[in-house]
């Protein structure tokens, strides 16, 4: 299977690609405006304490003030098995004092300088979501400078490499206090490149220490690598054929990196020359195009339709017009199974290039078969696999529903692209000429009875205008006329369609409605 990533950079945008036989897999965007934080390590500030949901509000020098609770200031051993996907090999013996009888006044005051991390980037008015809990991610390596927790990733099953793997870290020498993880790139390490990152990592978090002391306000100690790093690192840990950039000075770059990972992994990187822009050349932009909308058609002839809500995302899948190698005339059961496994697949590309985070349903057809259910069920499971952010799906209702929950690590792509519209304001509705028409004729008539007002003037957006004119103005001025009033219409085209204004026209001011 041929893989490859692409690099693409703009001025103010930087976008990464990830194509697998020519399709586009995996999408992320980052704008120089609005940089991902997580994994930075900032000196904050203590701004508000909430007691009663033992949490507090830390002001980082990044906008918003970001969270913090009291399960991520507290050594939290689980927490460290989920968020590294780890077994843990040394860990200190439990506290006997439970975990509810702490309370956050007694580890933070106001105006408090503390050491946080951000781990769940501030998305839309919400802050950052912070710990005290520091880690610093190496290539093979994971160092915790303040817990003691010792592990290997579950990512790797080999036995062999386990056992090694452990022996090693146990060997360590570290501060009693510092811990460390074996990544799922470790395995291709030696002790020695282990011995060595170790060492640089402790370098770093000693050098955070130290600007920590030094800083008098909030500020970043240390930030987490680019896009274009990242990047090359996937494409070296995930086996990636080609790694290819349109922007010459960034592609000498990764050039010059790629010296020191050359032996574990034969990547080609190469400088993209066609005049063609190169996501158009291998039809990235119509891919993205394509995960911005509602609707998405399969190749069975089914579709898929997304939306969201306040509280979920839902994903409905329809036979639509299916029909060609996925339709059996003689098993009705099995056309639909088919729609549902290629669905399946597709609902798991378009949450990764679309990056939907929360709660997700899924609607799949109904099937009968509760062995046709389960194989629609392992299909969505084992297209999920790939996903670098950690997902966790439920079993299959009888209706065919799937719920399911997708880590939100950063922007979704329509939050990083899209803006809320200022004339609807998000909805995506406005009120029709006819429900204007309503609202005019109620105010019209609340000025008439509750106000003593000769002459009026209405105005109001020219659509709306047309559409009063075709009925409805000679009976508001019949109506004026029995309040011994007159009313006369204009328009203003720079009006919101379902805005009007009423004007009294001695003083030319306009009413209270």
């Known amino acids: 299977m041929t893989k490859e990533i692409l690099l693409s950079l703009d001025t103010k945008e930087t976008r990464c690609a990830m194509l697998k036989q020519g399709l586009l897999y995996d999408l992320v965007i980052e704008r120089k405006s609005t940089q991902p ?3 930075n390590i900032y000196r904050g500030r203590v701004m ?11 002001d980082i020098n990044e906008g918003e003030n970001g969270f913090i609770h009291i399960d991520d200031i507290l050594e939290n051993a689980q927490k460290f098995q989920e968020m590294f996907d780890l077994d843990i090999e040394t860990a200190p013996p439990a506290s006997s004092k439970g975990r509810q009888e702490q309370e956050i006044s007694a580890y933070l005051q106001l105006d408090q300088p503390v050491l946080v991390q951000v781990i769940k980037e501030p998305i839309g008015t919400k802050g950052a979501r912070l710990t005290s809990n520091i880690s610093i991610a190496g290539r093979y390596l ?10 290997v990733s579950r990512k790797i099953q080999d036995k ?3 056992e090694r793997l452990k022996k090693t870290i146990r060997a360590f020498e570290l501060p009693q206090e510092m811990g460390l993880i074996c990544r799922t790139a470790s395995t291709g390490a030696t002790t020695d490149m282990l011995v060595n990152e170790a060492h640089e990592l402790i370098k770093i978090w000693e050098q955070v220490v130290k600007d920590f ?10 930030k987490e690598s680019d896009l274009i790093k990242r990047s090359l690192l996937t494409a070296v840990d995930k086996k990636f054929d080609r790694l290819l950039v349109d922007d010459y000075k960034t592609y000498q770059f ?4 790629y010296q020191r990972y050359r032996l574990e992994h034969p990547l080609k990187i190469e400088f993209y020359r066609d005049k063609m822009p190169m996501f158009e050349r291998f039809n990235v932009e119509k891919e993205i195009d394509k995960a911005l909308k509602k609707k998405i058609w399969l190749h069975s002839g089914g579709y898929l339709y997304f939306e969201k809500t306040e509280a979920m995302h839902t994903i409905d899948v329809n036979s639509g017009r299916s029909s060609g190698a996925y339709s059996d005339k003689n098993n009705v059961e099995e056309t639909l199974v088919r729609i549902n496994l290629e669905a399946a697949d597709e609902i798991a590309r378009q949450l990764r290039l679309r990056n939907v985070g929360g709660l997700i349903i899924c609607d799949f057809i109904d099937m009968r078969s509760r062995k046709n259910q389960r194989r629609v069920l392992d299909r969505l499971k084992e297209a999920m696999k790939d996903d670098s952010a950690k997902c966790t799906i439920l079993g299959m209702s009888e209706f065919g529903l799937v719920e399911m929950t997708r880590q939100r690590n950063r922007e979704s792509l329509h939050q990083t692209l899209f803006t809320t519209c200022p ?8 009120k029709s000429h006819e429900s204007i028409v309503i609202d005019i004729e109620r105010a019209l008539k609340k000025l008439l009875q509750t106000e003593c007002r000769r002459k009026l003037r209405l105005i109001s957006h020219p659509h709306v205008d047309n559409y009063l004119a075709q009925n409805d103005k000679s009976h508001f001025q019949a109506l004026a006329t029995e309040f011994e009033s007159s009313l006369v219409f204009a328009s203003n085209d720079s009006f919101h369609l379902n805005q009007f204004e009423f004007h009294c026209m001695t003083h030319d001011q306009p009413l209270e409605t």
């Open 160 to 162: 062999s490499s386990r």
């Open 48 to 58: 508000n304490i909430l007691r009663n949901i033992q949490s507090a509000f830390i």
């Open 254 to 257: 990764c050039k010059t990196l």
């Open 423 to 430: 004339y609807c304001n998000g909805l995506g509705l406005i």
């Open 142 to 151: 994971v160092l915790l400078p303040n817990s003691p927790h010792r592990g």
């Open 37 to 39: 934080l997580t994994g």
């Open 213 to 222: 002391n030094r800083a008098s306000s909030p500020k970043c100690l240390f």
